[in-house]
């Protein structure tokens, strides 16, 4: 959706903000290579998390040594080779990996024009639970299962629901006209890529239209609410901070 007269979608504010397409610059991320990599979302936007968008060249490789970061990735479109924490596997669309703390990984041999959306975070430890494993899995072989009771909105949960995660990354796909069910405010901070469709997307006390390549950041607490229009289902992938104590 390009807009001429100097304006866009965009809207940066203190505690969301949606990021339309239009605006994307490039940035040179150490690791990375043979790619374009956009720095999405960061503590400099009042994030605690990062959200980046790697779209590959043929040739292209992303090569990050272990460290205290914990890394989520999804294969939105293309495929490559994911090597994580010594498992390697060739992964197709729809792919995902997670690499804690502590793990180095890669991706090789994309094909050309493979856009990864990376979620990073600081691993929080929690006393008693062994940080998690790696992973590599398909989102296809992820059963979705309706959100609060409603079929139509339908949630894949892609990681294990278990205390040792301090992440969790999900899709929720919308059937048009179907909704979050009422305006959450929660203390998790989301950061969400549209996938599919488009839709309404309520944050504080705005109404944004949003389409497939929008990114929104929702702070914590930050009243979130959204309906899905057109005439094919909507759905975004969305990073949540998870289970750990209030203070
Ligand atoms: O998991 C969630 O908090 C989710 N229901 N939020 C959202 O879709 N904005
Ligand atoms: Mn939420």
Same mark, same amino acid.
């Given at each position: 959706m390009s807009i001429p007269y100097g304006q866009t979608r965009t809207h940066i504010g203190q505690r969301h903000a949606l990021?339309?397409?239009?605006?994307h610059v490039k940035s040179e991320v150490p690791g990375i290579a043979g790619a374009a990599t956009v720095i999405l979302i960061n503590p400099a936007l009042g994030a605690r998390f990062a959200q980046l968008l790697v779209t590959f060249e043929a040739g292209g490789s992303a090569v990050m040594p272990s460290s205290d970061i914990e890394t989520v990735a999804y294969f939105e479109s293309g495929g490559g080779i994911v090597k994580v924490a010594g498992s390697k596997e060739r992964v197709a669309a729809g792919a995902y990996f997670f690499c804690p703390a502590g793990q180095p990984w890669e991706i090789s041999t994309p094909k050309r024009g493979t856009r990864v959306t990376l979620f990073q975070k600081? /691993?929080?430890?929690?006393? @008693?639970?062994?940080?998690?494993? &790696?992973?590599?899995?398909?989102?296809?072989?992820?059963?979705?299962?309706?959100?609060?009771g409603d079929?139509?909105?339908?949630?894949?949960?892609l990681l294990p629901t278990q205390l040792g995660f301090d992440l969790a990354v999900n899709i929720f796909t919308y059937q048009?006209?179907?909704?979050?069910?009422?305006?959450?405010?929660?203390?998790?901070?989301?950061?969400?890529?549209m996938l599919t469709g488009q839709g309404v997307y309520r944050l504080e006390?705005?109404? /944004?239209?949003?389409?497939? @390549?929008?990114?929104?950041?929702? &702070?914590?607490?930050?009243?979130q609410w959204f309906v899905a229009m057109g005439k094919t289902p909507a759905s975004y992938l969305y990073?949540?901070?998870?289970?750990?104590?209030a203070l």
């Open positions: 990021i339309a397409p239009d605006g600081k /691993y929080v430890f929690l006393e @008693g639970y062994a940080t998690p494993r &790696a992973l590599i899995g398909d989102a296809a072989a992820i059963k979705g299962e309706p959100f609060l079929p139509d909105a339908r949630l894949q949960v048009p006209g179907a909704t979050l069910p009422f305006v959450e405010t929660h203390v998790m901070e989301h950061g969400l890529l006390d705005a109404w /944004y239209p949003v389409a497939a @390549g929008d990114v929104i950041w929702m &702070a914590p607490f930050c009243p990073y949540k901070d998870v289970n750990r104590a």
